[in-house]
């Protein structure tokens, strides 16, 4: 007997009901790379056919009326000091299914900054996200008994939420007959672990038993990243090759040996980008637009920069570099090599912000070599965005980067990235190769050790390969036709979400 067509063919996986807690989300509250994910994944998570809510602090900084919340709940939220009402905001995600509650408790929320004011953090932050996430347990019984919803998994995002799994764990929030929520969750960078003085502890209203070295206490203080690795379900963070990083004492600041303890229940999800906003097509940053299909005004994006930076207009293969003036990023390892490079026929163009000595150091380069190297030190949305699209290439020598937009974008630009082999770039680039330009598999250069002899000779080798325009077209276009979009990522936490909750409970 013939089987039928549709035989052994998997049925619909039922719909996931999905939590999210972050402490800050695009368009509400910003600070980093973490908001445009949270505010990016609800999204495509609905719509992949999922409920989802998100929930995130109520700062004084989101102006409730343009985003429309509305008073939702009020809840007993249980602290160190005594029970305290706050009042749980609803509003909905910017074009989506998705609803957002928000943990509304001015004394903690209500002011000006996300965790800091004038470079310093708030001295009470301890205090501020444990009470955040004693909330969001108080907001699970409340969704259950209001409106009979219950998540399936809880995805937590970075160290302010760390005390979601902890609490899911430790608390019996759950009553009998009910299954505890699973929890996912989140790094999005290891060197913010959230530590405080071990007199903060008793404010995380958890027993001694779990102030010891195997949960929250690291060297004599509180580590609530740790409670938040050592007590969640699954864990992941923003690349593969950075979830293997950060089990190496070179990039897990202390928490290696944690990481590297529950390695079977840890994954990478690289990020997506905003593939509307960052669109050559489209972007209205620019001073002409180009495709994939059509790449003939990408020369006048880059005539329209060499101006716009104040350098000569002629055809010299063009770098360009957006980023933050830190350590991390590696920028020290193209100042020591830019003498080299200015040797040869090229334009450096930098936009970035941060570190002083970083900014001294590229003003001076600039003011050396001043029709070569175009420099503006401070946050430029649209010239960031004009960088993308007029350079050739993108250099990216970061010492870590847990996953990286900004070659991401360049990939989507036809600006053929060069970065070091670490986290998300080294996940997102394909390096070139005579062979994996042939297979049109290559979409950038690779270097491997953090030394500005191997960035040398890496943008040397781009520039052998840019006189070829066959081989570089290649490049241009693999790198634009891969799909950096946000609909790919939220698959792959789909995925991991439905790999949760398959699992045994340890
Ligand atoms: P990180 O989050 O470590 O800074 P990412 O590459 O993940 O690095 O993201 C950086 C984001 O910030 C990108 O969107 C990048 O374009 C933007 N950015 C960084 N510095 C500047 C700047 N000076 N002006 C405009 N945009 C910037």
Request: a neutral charge.
């Amino acid at each position: 007997m013939r089987a039928s067509p549709n035989a052994g063919a998997p049925t619909d996986p039922k719909p996931l009901r999905l939590l999210l807690v972050s402490p800050e989300a695009v368009p509400f509250a910003k600070t980093g790379g973490l908001a445009d994910v949270a505010g990016a994944l609800p999204r495509e998570l609905a719509r992949l056919g999922h409920e989802v809510k998100l929930v995130i602090p109520r700062y004084g900084a989101i102006d409730g009326a343009v985003h429309g919340f509305k008073e939702w709940k009020r809840l007993k939220v249980s602290t160190f000091s005594g029970s305290v009402t706050t009042i749980i905001e609803q509003a909905s995600l910017p074009g989506t299914a998705a609803s957002v509650l928000a943990v509304r408790h001015d004394p903690y929320f209500g002011r000006d900054g996300l965790y800091q004011q004038a470079g310093v953090d708030y001295p009470d932050n301890l205090e501020r996200f444990a009470f955040f996430c004693r909330a969001v347990m108080e907001l699970l019984r409340a969704l259950r008994q209001v409106a009979g919803w219950v998540p399936d998994l809880i995805h937590a995002h970075d160290w302010q939420t760390a005390l979601c799994p902890v609490y899911l764990r430790t608390l019996s929030a759950a009553p009998v007959g009910i299954q505890r929520p699973r929890s996912l969750f989140t790094v999005h960078n290891l060197g913010y672990q959230g530590i405080f003085p071990a007199s903060d502890y008793p404010k995380c209203g958890l027993g001694p038993e779990l102030f010891t070295s195997r949960t929250l206490e690291f060297h004599g203080s509180v580590n609530l990243m740790k409670g938040g690795l050592v007590l969640a379900d699954f864990l992941s963070t923003v690349s593969p090759t950075y979830s293997r990083e950060i089990q190496t004492v070179e990039l897990g600041f202390g928490l290696d040996g944690v990481v590297a303890e529950r390695k079977d229940r840890l994954a990478g999800v690289v990020n997506g980008i905003d593939v509307e906003v960052w669109n050559p097509a489209t972007d209205s940053y620019l001073p002409v637009r180009y495709s994939a299909e059509d790449l003939a005004n990408k020369p006048a994006c880059k005539t329209a920069l060499q101006r716009e930076m104040k350098l000569p207009t002629v055809e010299v293969p063009l770098l360009g570099v957006v980023s933050r003036l830190v350590s991390q990023k590696g920028l020290d390892l193209l100042a020591d090599v830019v003498p080299e490079l200015m040797a040869l026929e090229v334009q450096l163009v930098l936009l970035g912000a941060g570190d002083p000595t970083y900014e001294a150091r590229f003003q001076s380069l600039q003011t050396r070599y001043p029709t070569k190297v175009g420099l503006r030190v401070g946050f430029d949305e649209g010239l960031a965005h004009r960088i993308e699209a007029g350079a050739d290439m993108f250099l990216m020598p970061s010492r870590y980067e847990p996953c990286g937009l900004n070659q991401l974008y360049s990939l989507r630009y036809g600006t053929v990235p060069i970065v070091r082999r670490t986290g998300g770039l080294a996940d997102t680039v394909v390096s070139y190769s005579p062979l994996a330009v042939k297979e049109g598999r290559a979409t950038g250069f690779i270097f491997g050790e953090a030394t500005s002899e191997a960035l040398l000779n890496t943008v040397l080798l781009a520039l052998r390969v840019y006189r070829d325009p066959e081989e570089w077209r290649s490049l241009v276009l693999a790198g634009m036709r891969t799909d950096v979009s946000w609909a790919r990522s939220a698959r792959a936490y789909e995925e991991l979400y439905r790999r949760v909750l398959a699992l045994e409970s340890k």
